[in-house]
């Protein structure tokens, strides 16, 4: 039986793969996605039983390795201060995000030229700022126009309400004169393409049955499917063949029953992040790639961006209302995000206020500070934070090092038999130096919003969420493995559309980036299908 | 390999006694000890820290002269702990961050906290809408990024 070959197959149905599968619908092109989850349904979600944050320490936790639902992959992260923390299934990671929604800023693109550092991107905010808006009209971000700590950008929907939190949290910025903004954020705050508008429930974090937040299964798949997108789910690729031409000629997957397949493509589009799809790449050796596909720049792996979080968390003596409301957006701070060399490092990074702690949580956060004791006083102390603190994270830009990096594990496989994937990584002295400052000034700002007493995490252990840089874009083949256009340098026909092509990570959370590259990236093949090879 | 699900419940109600109001019970009165079974039966090193820290603590209740952990007083099982605490760290630890797990998800104690059993969905909750005006100092220093 000869086997069908598809124009484009997509590795990966979450935030990058779902948008360029909605982008290149209109071409008429038979594309498959091929995805190792499934769909959560949305009476699956824990927000719908009274018990739900205790799915954070199982089935929705955000560690695979933790969840360790059949469709996730184990990762060797004992090599890092940062857990590995992402999500198998039809929109991918944004299943389980914040959805805070910032873009970067103009001088994330150019941080060679600007500081001195890293590298600088072969494309600008201004390329990719016609996709971010798209963007923001697919997902429906909701937000405030006028931020002065960006360029002018419409803002589609309403801004998430601050509550109590939020207001308290603005004086204290009032207080020292710095600035905060409600933040940018993928919730619909009213209704939006038939999405149910947001009702503050504050289960962001183990998804969301209301379908207001704006996960890449609610945005693009459905528009995606009706344009005649196929999405097989339960299919989980463990390499990408190379024909006698050097060309990407398919995949060996497993099927959801664990046979084994192989589907043969004329362009595969990478779209699993910066641990997948390192992990994969490296993973599909031939006497061509001896060293993995699209490596012959060693680059593959490398280059590992975290976003070290650092959370200062104010207790304040009135109860605050925390657990009401989005709980990764409502104000953020970029006072400290350009470079100021009086700091004592480059580059910057952004608050973002979360809501109170649940209960669970509440509990888990105070117990390593020594603010929850066992025994007779246990009851008293944690009637003195519940619902009393206010976290406010740092997210810190990570600057490139070839050291921090994804290997194969030699021992470690996923059920599939798939080796998984081992991270190195260690904090640079640029990050530490970072991490410092901010929790000094969180200290202050949370103190002059009233604080009377303060715990810090730093970093934050279980923040692996943001997965960048290891196969980087750039127009030099010996530096970069894709080029400014996604393309790998090496393989003509196969593209990488995910975090893994940042060239640097930004102090702002990715996926609005992730997409808007997404989307640039399936509008310029569109652009050259007559000669996208060339 | 099974935990003494016995000794579990009693050191669980030490570590989290009931509320003073009475309005809710221990950690091991609640059933807490159930959520702790189910991760030591999911990791088997999990499994055995737990199955020794609990066989260790009742060895040091005997060596006090006691029949075990729970022929103690009060007094004294909070010294054990206190102990055990000292001689297996990872253990009490462990056991602490499962507790905590299971007593604070657990459905009477959130209700007690929130005043409602209800889950949060569908209904969700009201927030009030808010006065931008805070704002105005902001708006005021103009723009913040770098041109480039």
């Known amino acids: 039986m000869t086997e069908h070959t598809v124009d484009v ?9 779902a948008a360029v599968a909605w982008s290149l619908a209109d071409t008429r092109m038979h594309i498959l996605c091929l995805e190792q989850g499934d769909w959560v349904r949305a009476d699956a979600y824990p927000g719908l039983r009274a018990n739900w944050e205790l799915s954070q320490a199982g089935d929705f936790a955000v560690s695979p390795n933790t969840r360790r639902r059949p469709e996730d992959y184990p990762v060797n992260d004992s090599g890092s201060p940062i857990s590995m923390s992402m999500f198998n299934g039809v929109g991918g990671s944004t299943v389980l995000y914040a959805a805070h929604f910032p873009r970067f800023h103009p001088s994330d693109f ?24 798209l963007n923001d009209r697919m997902t429906g971000v909701a937000g405030l126009a006028g931020d002065p700590a960006y360029p002018p950008k419409e803002v589609p929907l309403p801004p998430v309400r601050l509550g109590k939190l939020g207001r308290k949290l603005a004086s204290g910025f009032n207080e ?53 997108v196929e999405l097989r789910t339960r299919c ?65 792996g490398r280059n590992l961006m975290l976003h070290p979080y650092a959370a200062t968390i104010g207790i304040f003596d009135e109860p605050l209302q925390g657990y009401k409301g989005p709980v990764g957006c409502g104000v ?40 929850l004791p066992w025994g007779a006083a246990h009851h008293a102390a944690f009637a003195g934070i519940h619902d009393r603190t206010l976290p406010l994270l740092a997210i810190c830009e990570d600057l490139p090092d070839p050291a921090n990096r994804v290997t194969l594990d ?5 059920s599939s038999g798939i080796p998984a994937p081992k991270i190195t990584y260690r904090l640079s002295e640029n990050s530490q130096s970072m991490l410092d400052f901010s929790i000094a000034r969180a200290t202050e700002v949370l103190q002059a919003a009233g604080a009377r007493d303060i715990m ?16 980087r874009m750039g127009t030099d083949p010996e530096r970069s493995v894709v080029n400014e256009w996604g393309r790998c340098h090496d393989v003509r026909n196969v593209f990488i559309v995910d975090g893994s092509i940042f060239v640097t990570a930004g102090g702002v959370n990715p996926t609005s980036t992730v997409q808007a590259l997404a989307l640039y990236i399936a509008d310029t093949m569109k652009n050259k299908l007559a000669n996208l090879f060339d | 390999m099974t935990l003494n699900t016995q000794l579990l419940a009693m050191v669980l109600d030490e570590l989290i006694p009931s509320r003073p109001d009475g309005l809710l019970p221990g950690a091991g009165s ?9 991760a030591a039966g999911g990791t088997p090193e999990l499994g055995q820290l737990l199955t020794q820290g609990l066989a260790a603590l009742d060895d040091i209740a005997r060596r006090s002269g006691a029949e075990g952990f729970g022929a103690l007083s009060p007094t004294a099982r909070v010294a054990a702990l206190r102990d055990i605490e000292q001689a297996e760290p990872m253990f009490l630890s462990t056991l602490l961050m499962l507790a905590y797990v299971g007593y604070y998800s657990a459905e009477p104690v959130v209700a007690a906290l929130k005043g409602n059993a209800r889950p949060p969905h569908p209904l969700g909750y009201d927030l009030e809408s808010d006065d931008l005006s805070l704002l105005d100092a902001v708006r005021a220093r103009g723009k913040l990024y770098r041109e480039c």
Not at chain 1, 258 to 280: D, Y
Not at chain 1, 410 to 414: F, K, P, S, V
């Open chain 1, 9 to 17: 197959l997509i590795i990966g149905a979450g935030a990058a793969g």
């Open chain 1, 110 to 133: 150019r941080v060679r030229t600007l500081d001195g550092v890293a590298e600088d991107w072969p494309i600008d905010y201004q390329r990719l700022e016609p996709f971010y808006a």
């Open chain 1, 176 to 228: 020292l004169g710095w600035h905060w903004w409600p933040s940018d954020s993928a919730i619909a705050t009213v209704e939006y393409e038939g999405r149910a508008p947001c009702i503050n429930a504050g289960t962001c974090l183990v998804g969301c049955p209301q379908g207001a937040k704006g996960s890449a299964d609610v945005t693009y798949w459905p528009v995606a499917l009706r344009a005649g």
């Open chain 1, 236 to 300: 989980r690729v463990r390499e990408i063949t190379v024909g006698a031409d050097g060309m990407a000629d398919g995949v060996i997957y497993y099927d959801e029953i664990g046979v084994e397949r192989r589907q043969k493509a004329e362009v595969v589009v990478l779209a699993c992040n910066g641990v997948g799809t390192a992990r994969l790449l490296l993973n599909s050796r031939s006497p061509q790639f001896p060293d993995g596909l699209a490596n012959r720049s060693g680059l593959v």
């Open chain 1, 332 to 371: 953020w701070s970029q006072e400290f995000y350009e470079t100021d060399p009086a700091r004592g490092f480059v580059r910057g990074f952004t608050y973002e206020m979360n809501r109170s702690f649940h209960p669970m949580f509440g509990a888990l956060i105070a117990l390593p500070q020594g603010r």
């Open chain 1, 410 to 414: 030699e021992r470690l496989t996923d």
């Open chain 1, 456 to 471: 810090v995490e730093s970093p934050v252990k279980m923040a692996g969420w943001h997965l960048m840089g290891t196969a």
């Open chain 2, 30 to 38: 609640l059933g807490v000890g159930a959520v702790v079974e189910h």
